[in-house]
Each structure stands twice: as structure tokens, then as C-alpha cells.
């Protein structure tokens, strides 16, 4: 059975942008600087914003949050949030380690998943790769480092091992882009659907496998996919009675 998920209210007239898959990466200072840039617009004109995963390419806590290429991220982060800007964190399969130090910053860091609901009509925000069921070794390897005991084994080991277990996380999905059958990066239907009928809600927005796509469900329900973020190029969805595919800049 799904375990229901959280439920954030927003106000009728409230703009929510979610985007994710960002990547942000040590040495990658264009992209940096561009996310700097989304995230201001974004205080500019919207009311809040989710973040639904990989908003880093990968992310061991505190050690990442003193690397000099992240500190204007979460300084930016820290001053929208403490400005009374809400920043929603969905962990993806790249940066759910050492969530304390996102919500150091003023995230709300949630679980797999969580709905938004506005005037009786629900959204479903997920990071996606629970979503990827064939895809089935990663889905072994999840299990693993998401377990209890991994967790907290994880926060006493030393900081060069945090690292190793991060930079394989990252190298399981680079490894497999080529090597896998095209299905075992679909969208499990079913699964979907299930979880669309536990929540109640009219769509699953999620992002991991970086292509935009939409799978349409009984009742007039939808799975839709964020693209991932490219250089000039950020997608986000708008919350509406049907999310809407927006780019940065328009």
C-alpha cells in the first residue's frame, strides 16, 4: 500500500514554479551562476518554488555545503528563505544524503514525495526514480543506501568515504544510460496510476530521466516529465489545474 504523502495547501492565487534536475557541480560556475539567476527570477514572480531532486549533481552534506562553488547557492537559498520565499526540496537519486544542511538553509526537504492541493485539486511532485521500475539493479541499489542502517553508518564514516558512495551513486546512471534496454527507463504505469488513486490527485510531475513526455490515465489524470536543465535553458512547470511547461529565460 502507498503511504500517503504530505499535503502542502496553497493559497488560491498562489504561483508555485517546480523545476529540478539542475546538476549543479563543482567547476561549473556557468551553471551556478545561471541557477543563481533562475532562483531570483523566481522570487520576482512566483510565490514559491519546489525543487524536485538533483538540484546538485551529487550532494554528501556538510563538507559540499563549505566547497567554495556552493556557497553562493545556499547563501541565495539561505536570503530567499529567510525573506519569507518557500523553497520545497524533494530529494532525487543524486542528492538525498545529508538532508540537515538543506534544511539548515530553509529548505522544507520532504520525502519521495509530496502533494500540493489548491481549491480541491491535487499535484503529485516526485522525483521520479521510484517511477522507473525496470530499471532494476538501481532499484537493488536503492534500497541499500536508503536503508536505515546505511544512513546511519553514513554519518559516522569519514568524509572520503561519503564521497565514494556519492560519486557512485552518480556513476550507476551514467554507466547505464548506454548499456540498458530503452524500458527500463519508461514510466511504470502502473505505479503511477496507483499512486495518482492513493493521493487523489489529477497529475504526477516528476523529473529523473530528463525528456519532457506526458502519459495520460483514466479520469483524465496525467504523468508529466521535466525535462532536465541545459546551459541558457531552465524548464520548470507553472501549478495550475494542469501544470504548465514554462522555460527560463521565456
Known sequence: MTKPAPVVRLRPSERVWVTGDVHLAPGDEGRVRFFLDFLAAARTEADRLVVLGDLFDYWIGARHAEACAYRPVLAALRAA?????????????????GPDELESVGLS????????????????VTHGDLLVSGDRSYQRYRRVVRSGCFSLLYGIVPVAVRVFVAERLRGVSQRKLGKVEPYAFA?????SEAWLRAHDAQEVLMGH?????????PGERRTRMLPGWSDGRAPYFELGPAAVLRFYPD
Open 109 to 124: 526537504v520532504y520525502g519521495d514525495r509530496v502533494v500540493y492541493e489548491r481549491e480541491g485539486v491535487r499535484t503529485l
Open 81 to 97: 528563505t529567510s525573506e519569507g520565499f518557500p523553497v520545497d526540496f524533494v530529494p532525487g537519486n543524486r542528492d538525498f544524503l
Open 209 to 217: 530521466l530528463h525528456r519532457e513526455e506526458v502519459h495520460a490515465h
Open 187 to 191: 514510466v511504470d504505469v502502473r505505479k
